[in-house]
């Protein structure tokens, strides 16, 4: 997922990445070789933090494959489709947090 920052003239980027976007991205600086199992991918990649939601919330890898039951990855596809739903998890249930709601409410 992505989502654009509100316009201004600073040179941050165009988009914010977070979810699977932003994992499908930092992915691809980590030398992952497929198949793999979700002790590879954690040796490799698990120090990785994600920012699951716009607000900058994050887990690192081996906290998302901690919470699913693959323990092996034919590919990267599969590897990112499996960490999908957390990831969504646990944006749900930020954005449904009470200080979330709040901030909501404030205007600025």
Request: glycine share 4%; no cysteine; charged share 30%.
């Amino acid at each position: 997922m992505g989502v654009r920052p509100p316009a201004d003239n600073s040179d941050e980027p165009d988009v914010i990445e977070f979810g699977i976007a932003a994992l499908d991205a930092r992915l691809s600086d980590v030398d992952i070789e497929y198949p793999a199992t979700a002790r590879e991918v954690r040796d490799a990649a698990g120090h990785i933090a994600v920012p699951f939601d716009a607000s900058g919330h994050s887990m690192t890898v081996a906290e998302a494959l901690e919470e699913t039951t693959a323990t092996e990855f034919d590919n990267e596809q599969e590897l990112l489709n499996d960490l999908h739903p957390i990831f969504e998890r646990k944006r749900e249930a930020t954005r449904n947090s009470i200080l979330s709601q709040l901030r909501a409410l404030v205007p600025f």
